[in-house]
């Protein structure tokens, strides 16, 4: 099974529960979705994607799970009660709280706990994306205006939409981090970068990918546009080489295909003409291309910077890689054991 790209849907799974594998499913911390169907005897692949790719109007059911804070487990159901959600809401155990606007309706559930934990959608739409956004639009204010008016935190930690008709479930999840060794050998950190790499540490833990570009994209900022010109003149008044910054954009595996046109261009083109341009702008300004308000809940919105987000980590990198090395000849750390 292959998901080639954050929020796109490929792929079967035929089971309700899996052991998530970053490397099988996706980048791990950008969002994906995971899509389990049916097969039944007799089934065919060809009636299994005639499913699948069914547009007619139907009977979708959308379950959010809540959480306090954002966690990334290796054990992923696709399915989830509402005794596994929780927030800091509170209301009776027995309890829900109904909520209705713009013609959509939905309810929030509490665990046994008395904290709501899973909010319900009904909707009829053509196909699982659909129902998403509907579900969107009609819950996202709601849980917003929860988290303002009471002044706490509250994540969707899962979304879960059920195809009554078929019986598919598509499920939305973070492919997690692997475990790896950390070596014990001595790092010598640069001063002049150790705001580069607290800025990248908030990207990792950013939950939003709009707070997880702006990160990456203000390290980028520093380096190829504030840094660059400095450090150089430095090198140039010490007598010293530098090597040139000619970093590409580079390729990986699940990248996006509207991404793929800038795989080889360098990397500094890149950064002014699309991330800044098509990115960094809208956040800076709170507004699209049109003028129109950012909408940070809007599934288009969340999507484009999903998949953008990973191939500036990936620049960031490179970036710092560099500078790590110039700054070793320039102003090199003197390495110290007491």
């Not at 979708?60 to 799970?65: E, I, P």
């Amino acid at each position: 099974m292959t998901i080639p790209h954050p929020l796109s849907v490929k792929g079967l799974v035929l089971a309700n529960s899996v052991t998530v594998d970053a490397n099988l499913i996706g980048v791990p911390g950008v969002p994906c979705t995971l899509v389990a169907t049916p097969r039944q005897e007799g089934d065919s692949e060809g009636a299994i994607l005639a499913r699948l790719h069914d547009t007619s109007l139907r009977k979708f059911k959308v379950f959010a799970r809540l959480a306090r804070n954002y966690q990334i487990s290796n054990e992923f159901s696709l399915n989830f009660t509402k005794d596994e959600g929780d927030s800091f809401f509170v209301l009776a155990p027995e309890g829900f709280l109904s909520v209705s606007g713009d013609g959509h309706f939905f309810r929030y559930l509490t665990n046994e706990k008395g904290h709501l934990s899973m909010i319900e959608f009904e909707c009829e739409a053509t196909s699982s994306v659909a129902a998403r956004a509907q579900f969107h639009e009609a819950a996202a204010a709601s849980v917003d205006h929860l988290s303002y008016a009471m002044n706490l935190p509250v994540v969707l930690a899962q979304i879960t939409i059920v195809d009554t008709k078929h019986g598919i479930t598509t499920a939305e999840l973070i492919p997690p981090y692997p475990a790896k060794q950390l070596s014990l050998s001595v790092s010598k950190i640069h001063p002049t970068l150790a705001p580069a790499y607290a800025m990248y540490r908030e990207a990792k833990n950013a939950g939003s990918p709009f707070y997880r570009f702006f990160c990456l994209y203000k390290i980028l900022e520093g380096l190829l546009v504030f840094l660059r010109g400095e450090l150089y003149e430095k090198a140039k008044a010490k007598q010293i080489n530098l090597p040139k910054f000619t970093a590409k954009v580079p390729a990986y595996e699940h990248m996006a295909d509207e991404l793929q046109q800038y795989v080889g261009k360098p990397m500094h083109k890149f950064f002014e003409e699309v991330l800044q341009t098509n990115f960094r702008n809208s956040l800076a300004h709170f507004a699209n291309d049109t003028g129109a308000a950012l909408d940070v809940n809007g599934l288009q919105e969340i999507e484009r910077y999903s998949k953008v987000v990973h191939l500036t980590d990936l620049c960031c990198r490179e970036a710092i890689a560099h500078f790590e090395s110039c700054l070793a000849l320039v102003d090199p750390v003197p390495l110290t054991n007491d």
